[in-house]
């Protein structure tokens, strides 16, 4: 269940780039950063996300120390994707820019969905970088395989899903026409939590072919060769203070099981629990009457937990 109180983001600053930095020659990245004090916060979103959706979060963190998000290649406002949009290259990316930005570690990596595989993944690599984490309903790497041995019938759904994105990347603008099909598989849709001009570059940046790439790509890899380097990469993280946040009980879907649904959200709390116990110092919390994207349901715990990772990182 999710609040039924909506709060918009409605800052200016998503409607356009604000900071685009060359990462290699003749291609850049949109990074957005706010705020002073150390450690830095750096924000990571879910897939095919922008900055945007740290909107309710970055200004209050920003209050407390500096704090960044990024757009991944191809979307928001960043250039299209050189290279397949795996969790690896993802994280080089990110390291890249925040070397050729002069935001110097350490960092407390924050990452919903997708970001929070790739955070996680960041933390690993670079872990001397790392001053604590706040993962928001993160993806992992066991979750494809793990959710569809519950359910195998579901797994058909996908091969079809990414012929679908192929299709778009392959269309024209002609075929975005508003009611069309492609336009409803393709485009994003209006988001009640974003206001009415941040709905309209969304769009806008959605018809992009960087956007169509990056989306593909980011879903084609992310249950495949994402989830091989995550798994492979795996390390213990000391006593770094890490919070993992965990949308409520999903109820169950129209083509499963109740058994079925109990089991995924099971799952969901076991892999979860399993990103915490990296650290000596980490923990998970249920974020009742929240759903997938808990900083829009719930923003003010996550908020809290990223002031909490903070205090701890600096002593406090």
């Known amino acids: 269940m999710r609040n039924e109180m909506t709060i918009t983001v409605d800052d200016v600053a998503y409607t356009r780039p604000q900071r685009l930095v060359a990462i290699e020659p003749g291609r850049r990245l949109n990074i957005y950063c706010t705020g002073t004090g150390t450690p830095t916060v750096v924000f990571d979103s879910g897939l095919g996300d922008g900055t ?24 928001g406002f960043s250039d299209p994707p050189t290279r397949p949009s795996t969790s690896a290259n993802m994280v080089d990316d990110l390291h890249r820019l925040l070397h050729a930005a002069h935001v110097r570690p350490p960092y407390i990596l924050v990452g919903h969905s997708l970001g929070g595989m790739n955070m996680k993944l960041y933390a690993e690599t ?15 790497e066991d979750l494809g395989k793990g959710a569809w041995a519950i359910d195998p019938e579901s797994q058909k759904y996908y091969a079809p899903y990414i012929e679908t994105l192929r ?71 000391g006593a770094i203070p890490i919070i993992v946040l965990t949308h409520a009980a999903s109820a169950r879907a129209p083509d499963e099981t109740q058994q079925q649904r109990d089991a995924k959200n099971r799952l969901w709390i076991d892999l979860h629990n399993q990103i915490a116990a990296m650290s000596t110092r980490g923990k998970r919390l249920t974020v009742e009457n929240a759903g997938h994207y808990v900083q829009m349901d719930a923003p003010q715990v996550v908020i809290e937990s990223i002031l909490e990772v903070l205090r701890d990182s600096r002593g406090e």
């Not at 500096?66 to 991944?72: F, I, K, L, N, P």
């Not at 970088?129 to 993806?139: C, K, N, Q, T």
């Not at 393709?186 to 790439?213: F, K, M, T």
């Not at 994402?226 to 795996?234: G, I, M, T």
């Open 167 to 237: 299709q778009c990347l392959e269309a024209g603008p002609e075929d975005f026409a508003a009611g069309s099909a492609l336009a409803r598989n393709c485009l994003p849709s209006s988001d009640s939590h974003y206001s009415a001009a941040i709905n309209a570059v969304r769009l806008e940046r959605g018809e992009q072919h960087g956007y169509l790439q990056a989306r593909l790509s980011e879903q084609e890899n992310v249950w495949f060769e994402s989830a091989d380097q995550v798994r492979a990469a795996y390390r213990p993280l």
């Open 52 to 75: 945007a959706a740290w909107g309710l979060i970055q200004p209050a963190v920003a209050a407390h120390a500096r704090a960044c998000s990024y757009d991944r290649a191809g979307l």
């Open 126 to 140: 670079y872990l001397s970088e790392l001053a604590g984490m706040v993962l928001v309903d993160p993806s992992h």
